[in-house]
Protein backbone atom coordinates (compact mmCIF):
# COMPACT_ATOMS: atom_id res chain seq x y z
CA UNK A 1 0.00 0.00 0.00
CA UNK A 2 0.91 3.99 -0.43
CA UNK A 3 3.10 5.31 2.50
CA UNK A 4 1.29 8.48 2.24
CA UNK A 5 -0.59 11.28 0.01
CA UNK A 6 0.93 13.70 -2.27
CA UNK A 7 -0.51 17.36 -2.80
CA UNK A 8 -1.31 18.80 -5.74
CA UNK A 9 -1.93 14.89 -7.81
CA UNK A 10 -1.57 17.67 -10.76
CA UNK A 11 0.21 21.15 -11.27
CA UNK A 12 0.76 23.07 -14.46
CA UNK A 13 2.73 25.61 -14.82
CA UNK A 14 4.57 27.58 -16.82
CA UNK A 15 8.33 27.93 -17.96
CA UNK A 16 10.20 30.06 -15.63
CA UNK A 17 7.69 29.72 -12.37
CA UNK A 18 8.37 27.89 -9.59
CA UNK A 19 6.56 24.14 -8.95
CA UNK A 20 6.07 23.32 -5.38
CA UNK A 21 4.85 19.77 -4.37
CA UNK A 22 4.05 18.02 -0.86
CA UNK A 23 4.44 15.18 0.52
CA UNK A 24 2.60 13.38 3.80
CA UNK A 25 3.53 10.26 5.28
CA UNK A 26 2.97 8.08 8.04
CA UNK A 27 5.63 6.05 9.61
CA UNK A 28 8.65 6.96 11.16
CA UNK A 29 11.69 7.24 8.90
CA UNK A 30 15.21 7.24 7.93
CA UNK A 31 15.48 9.13 4.78
CA UNK A 32 12.86 10.52 2.54
CA UNK A 33 13.79 10.33 -1.32
CA UNK A 34 12.04 12.33 -4.44
CA UNK A 35 12.09 10.80 -7.74
CA UNK A 36 10.95 11.79 -11.20
CA UNK A 37 9.48 9.22 -13.66
CA UNK A 38 8.89 10.84 -17.66
CA UNK A 39 5.72 9.31 -18.76
CA UNK A 40 6.45 5.39 -19.33
CA UNK A 41 9.40 5.18 -18.18
CA UNK A 42 11.58 4.41 -15.12
CA UNK A 43 12.54 6.48 -12.02
CA UNK A 44 15.21 8.76 -12.15
CA UNK A 45 16.67 9.92 -8.20
CA UNK A 46 16.74 13.49 -7.49
CA UNK A 47 17.44 14.00 -3.68
CA UNK A 48 17.72 12.18 -0.50
CA UNK A 49 17.02 14.27 2.79
CA UNK A 50 17.73 12.06 6.05
CA UNK A 51 15.91 12.28 9.33
CA UNK A 52 18.01 14.56 10.80
CA UNK A 53 17.89 17.18 8.00
CA UNK A 54 15.60 19.75 7.70
CA UNK A 55 16.67 21.36 4.17
CA UNK A 56 18.85 20.53 1.26
CA UNK A 57 19.58 21.99 -1.90
CA UNK A 58 20.79 20.04 -5.53
CA UNK A 59 20.60 22.72 -8.70
CA UNK A 60 17.05 23.76 -8.94
CA UNK A 61 15.64 21.48 -6.17
CA UNK A 62 14.61 22.57 -2.98
CA UNK A 63 13.42 19.79 -0.24
CA UNK A 64 12.46 20.30 3.25
CA UNK A 65 11.77 17.56 6.19
CA UNK A 66 9.37 18.23 9.14
CA UNK A 67 9.45 15.04 10.75
CA UNK A 68 7.02 15.99 13.40
CA UNK A 69 4.53 17.06 10.52
CA UNK A 70 5.10 13.81 8.93
CA UNK A 71 5.77 16.00 5.68
CA UNK A 72 7.96 16.91 3.34
CA UNK A 73 7.77 19.79 0.20
CA UNK A 74 9.89 19.70 -3.41
CA UNK A 75 10.68 23.22 -4.57
CA UNK A 76 11.90 23.40 -8.41
CA UNK A 77 12.72 26.68 -9.22
CA UNK A 78 12.83 28.55 -12.78
CA UNK A 79 10.95 25.54 -14.24
CA UNK A 80 11.74 24.30 -17.70
CA UNK A 81 10.02 22.16 -20.17
CA UNK A 82 12.03 19.28 -19.54
CA UNK A 83 10.94 19.12 -15.83
CA UNK A 84 7.23 17.72 -17.16
CA UNK A 85 7.07 14.42 -15.58
CA UNK A 86 5.29 13.04 -12.06
CA UNK A 87 7.52 13.10 -9.18
CA UNK A 88 7.12 10.95 -6.19
CA UNK A 89 8.03 11.22 -2.62
CA UNK A 90 9.56 7.84 -1.29
CA UNK A 91 10.49 6.67 2.30
CA UNK A 92 12.76 4.66 3.63
CA UNK A 93 11.46 2.77 7.26
CA UNK A 94 13.86 3.62 10.21
CA UNK A 95 13.27 0.66 11.82
CA UNK A 96 12.96 -3.45 10.50
CA UNK A 97 14.51 -4.39 7.53
CA UNK A 98 16.66 -2.08 5.60
CA UNK A 99 14.40 -3.21 2.08
CA UNK A 100 12.07 -1.64 0.95
CA UNK A 101 10.98 1.74 -0.52
CA UNK A 102 7.35 3.24 0.17
CA UNK A 103 5.97 6.03 -2.41
CA UNK A 104 3.64 8.21 -2.08
CA UNK A 105 1.33 8.47 -5.24
CA UNK A 106 2.66 11.08 -6.95
CA UNK A 107 2.34 15.08 -8.60
CA UNK A 108 1.88 14.74 -12.20
CA UNK A 109 3.91 18.15 -13.11
CA UNK A 110 2.93 19.98 -16.67
CA UNK A 111 5.31 22.87 -17.74
CA UNK A 112 4.45 24.81 -20.79
CA UNK A 113 5.94 27.03 -22.62
CA UNK B 1 25.31 1.30 -20.76
CA UNK B 2 25.66 0.28 -16.99
CA UNK B 3 22.69 0.94 -15.50
CA UNK B 4 19.97 -1.43 -14.58
CA UNK B 5 18.65 -3.25 -17.79
CA UNK B 6 15.01 -4.84 -17.97
CA UNK B 7 13.72 -7.08 -20.82
CA UNK B 8 11.60 -7.12 -22.21
CA UNK B 9 10.22 -3.49 -22.30
CA UNK B 10 7.04 -4.57 -23.40
CA UNK B 11 4.57 -7.61 -23.34
CA UNK B 12 1.27 -8.51 -24.50
CA UNK B 13 -0.33 -11.80 -23.19
CA UNK B 14 -3.61 -13.53 -23.09
CA UNK B 15 -5.08 -14.75 -19.56
CA UNK B 16 -3.80 -17.77 -18.47
CA UNK B 17 -0.47 -17.74 -20.03
CA UNK B 18 3.00 -17.55 -17.70
CA UNK B 19 5.10 -14.81 -18.46
CA UNK B 20 9.05 -14.35 -17.21
CA UNK B 21 10.52 -10.79 -16.99
CA UNK B 22 14.40 -10.18 -16.37
CA UNK B 23 16.25 -7.53 -14.55
CA UNK B 24 19.94 -7.25 -14.86
CA UNK B 25 21.16 -4.92 -11.71
CA UNK B 26 24.39 -2.39 -11.82
CA UNK B 27 27.34 -4.97 -11.03
CA UNK B 28 28.65 -4.37 -7.70
CA UNK B 29 24.82 -4.01 -6.62
CA UNK B 30 24.34 -6.26 -3.77
CA UNK B 31 20.69 -5.47 -4.12
CA UNK B 32 17.52 -5.74 -5.73
CA UNK B 33 14.27 -5.20 -5.73
CA UNK B 34 11.08 -5.70 -7.89
CA UNK B 35 8.26 -2.97 -7.04
CA UNK B 36 4.64 -2.91 -9.89
CA UNK B 37 3.12 0.00 -10.44
CA UNK B 38 -0.68 0.72 -11.70
CA UNK B 39 -1.84 3.67 -14.14
CA UNK B 40 -1.75 6.36 -12.19
CA UNK B 41 -0.30 5.26 -8.52
CA UNK B 42 3.26 5.02 -7.19
CA UNK B 43 5.39 2.16 -7.19
CA UNK B 44 4.55 -0.86 -5.00
CA UNK B 45 7.16 -3.42 -3.05
CA UNK B 46 6.83 -7.02 -4.40
CA UNK B 47 10.48 -8.29 -3.12
CA UNK B 48 13.93 -7.57 -2.17
CA UNK B 49 17.10 -9.50 -2.86
CA UNK B 50 20.39 -9.58 -0.84
CA UNK B 51 22.86 -11.08 -2.92
CA UNK B 52 20.41 -14.65 -4.04
CA UNK B 53 18.84 -14.54 -1.01
CA UNK B 54 15.53 -13.34 -0.81
CA UNK B 55 14.88 -11.09 2.54
CA UNK B 56 11.12 -9.74 1.91
CA UNK B 57 8.04 -10.30 0.07
CA UNK B 58 5.20 -8.83 0.35
CA UNK B 59 1.71 -9.68 0.37
CA UNK B 60 1.02 -8.49 -2.94
CA UNK B 61 3.10 -11.20 -4.33
CA UNK B 62 0.53 -14.22 -4.48
CA UNK B 63 1.21 -17.72 -5.14
CA UNK B 64 1.26 -16.91 -8.65
CA UNK B 65 4.18 -14.85 -8.58
CA UNK B 66 8.01 -16.23 -7.92
CA UNK B 67 11.17 -14.64 -8.15
CA UNK B 68 14.25 -15.40 -8.55
CA UNK B 69 18.33 -14.18 -8.47
CA UNK B 70 20.30 -17.90 -8.49
CA UNK B 71 23.38 -16.44 -8.56
CA UNK B 72 23.40 -13.21 -7.28
CA UNK B 73 23.58 -11.33 -10.02
CA UNK B 74 20.29 -11.16 -12.76
CA UNK B 75 17.09 -11.65 -11.30
CA UNK B 76 13.81 -12.92 -12.84
CA UNK B 77 10.12 -12.88 -11.74
CA UNK B 78 7.54 -15.30 -13.55
CA UNK B 79 3.72 -14.67 -13.19
CA UNK B 80 1.38 -18.06 -13.90
CA UNK B 81 -1.62 -18.35 -15.30
CA UNK B 82 -1.91 -14.36 -15.59
CA UNK B 83 -4.70 -12.75 -15.15
CA UNK B 84 -6.12 -9.17 -16.04
CA UNK B 85 -5.41 -7.35 -12.41
CA UNK B 86 -1.87 -8.63 -13.44
CA UNK B 87 -1.38 -5.47 -16.14
CA UNK B 88 0.72 -3.44 -14.85
CA UNK B 89 4.32 -1.78 -15.43
CA UNK B 90 6.65 -3.89 -13.21
CA UNK B 91 9.73 -2.47 -12.14
CA UNK B 92 13.31 -3.13 -11.08
CA UNK B 93 15.88 -1.21 -8.88
CA UNK B 94 19.51 -1.94 -7.40
CA UNK B 95 21.45 -0.60 -4.69
CA UNK B 96 24.55 -0.93 -3.12
CA UNK B 97 24.79 -2.62 0.49
CA UNK B 98 24.33 -0.35 3.63
CA UNK B 99 22.69 -0.37 6.88
CA UNK B 100 19.59 1.92 5.93
CA UNK B 101 17.89 1.96 2.43
CA UNK B 102 19.49 4.50 0.11
CA UNK B 103 19.20 5.86 -3.45
CA UNK B 104 17.51 3.05 -5.41
CA UNK B 105 18.42 2.46 -9.01
CA UNK B 106 15.85 1.88 -11.57
CA UNK B 107 15.23 0.19 -14.49
CA UNK B 108 13.15 1.10 -17.88
CA UNK B 109 10.73 -1.05 -16.54
CA UNK B 110 8.38 -3.86 -18.20
CA UNK B 111 4.98 -3.27 -19.47
CA UNK B 112 2.55 -5.90 -18.91
CA UNK B 113 -0.67 -6.32 -21.00
CA UNK B 114 -2.72 -9.42 -19.88
CA UNK B 115 -5.64 -9.71 -22.45
Known sequence: ?????????????????????????????????WYRQNSGRGLVHLILI????????????????DTSKKSS???????????TASYFCATAPRTGTA??????????LQVTL | DTGVSQDPRHKITKRGQNVTFRCDPISE??????????????????????NEAQLE??????????????????????????????????LCASSPSGRAVETQYFGPGTRLLVL
Open chain 1, 1 to 33: SQQGEEDPQALSIQEGENATMNCSYKTSINNLQ
Open chain 1, 50 to 65: RSNEREKHSGRLRVTL
Open chain 1, 73 to 83: SLLITASRAAD
Open chain 1, 99 to 108: SKLTFGTGTR
Open chain 2, 29 to 50: HNRLYWYRQTLGQGPEFLTYFQ
Open chain 2, 57 to 90: KSRLLSDRFSAERPKGSFSTLEIQRTEQGDSAMY
